[in-house]
């Protein structure tokens, strides 16, 4: 076999063997299969696919590539969710102190933002002295002792998907179904997990806009997990508009710490960030055995956050990873950014859009964000939303307020998002925020 070979076997549309597929994805690793040869196996991916066996086989191989974590001596389901990104999601910083609270560990090892959609890690790091590259000792003591962790990836997990990702970003490779499925799959089956759900994110905003594409991702998924022997159920959720009313890494910690503490979340802008959070800590809490059905797991989230434990748990889990507790105790002492600025509407109706999209790639220029993987990000900077879909508004009303440091590039991205808001004369048609739900089963509309 040459590499030649296998890159042509599939070019032509050909199935692989287990044992093909090892010896070109373990040479790779191994550095004795070049990048251009990798990048045209992956060309050849693209455009012929690969079946549910090579999908499941490619998962295993790079799962394999590195350390398999054993979270057995955490006693419980270790329960986790991924999401495929979206603007202004921070629906992981509320739902892992929610769902640990419940009594089910969440172990999460998540991603940075690059490109539209923020990054969990970005978030939490906002968070004067919150660490999130621990040791994989530390991972399972704080996993142990708080029931929840959150770090990002490290170069003992999966360094295939390391060095493939990379290439993939480079050759135009990424929008492809098996090799995004088995890229977010090989990460999350070596968190040490037990059960997994997944938010896959449909719409202007989001990774895969249309729905058969969203859907076509989630069943894959499902389908990988299950074939893991790991009980996988995924969400296809709308994000034709941000979640919540925050875009920016530390305004987001405000919103969490908000929401947390149930002061915000209900029949307000963060009315739809809380939605989702609630269906997947509900889904979560059934999956790790604490609920009989999501909508009994959805009580029991609500409960944490009237209760209090929620919160708590967000200030016990900050503690355990070196984040000073007392910033998000008091808010109000987080320094400001330099400049803000609002972007008002000129003319009266109703919020009919939120192109979610410019709004990520506008709170990037402000500096909430990378363009390139080695920028820094300025904690401060974002946008806070006024005006949701569906909000009517006179001429003159603020729709979102501008933060950051860069003074030049106020005035252009106070444009982009006057422009990113359509308004309409009469009220939108409401659209469903949840769509689907898909388990090993098959697919339902969601209520
Ligand atoms: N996120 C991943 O981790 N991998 C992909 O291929 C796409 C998104």
Known sequence: MTPVELIKKKREGATLSEGELRWFITGYVAGTIPDYQMSAFLMACFFKGMSEVETLTLTNLMLHSGIVIDLSETPGTKVDKHSTGGVGDKVSLILAPIVAACGVPVPMISGRGLGHTGGTLDKLESIPGFRTSLSLAEYKAVIRKVGAVLIGQTYEIVPADKK??????????????????????????AEGIDALVLDVKTGRGAFMQSYERSLELAETMVRIGTGFGKETVAFITDMNQPLGTTIGNWLEVVETVECLKGIRGIGDGSGDLMEVTHVLSGAMLMLGKKAKTIAEGMALSRASIQD????????????????????????????????????????????GEI???????????LGAGRERIEDIIDPKAGIVLSKKVGDSVEGGDTLAVLQTDREAILEPARERIRNAYRIQSSPPRTRPLILSYVEKGGVKTWM
């Open 164 to 189: 493939m990702y990379a290439l993939r970003d480079v050759t135009a490779t990424v929008e492809c179904i098996p090799l995004i499925a088995s890229s977010i799959m090989s990460k999350k089956m």
């Open 308 to 351: 209090g434990t929620a919160y708590n748990k967000m200030l016990e889990i900050t503690e355990a990873q070196g984040g000073d507790t007392s910033a998000l105790e008091n808010l109000e002492r987080y320094p400001l950014s330099k400049y803000t600025m609002e972007v008002k509407t000129i003319e009266p109706g109703f919020v």
């Open 355 to 365: 192109d979610s999209l410019e709004l990520g790639l506008t709170s990037i220029t």
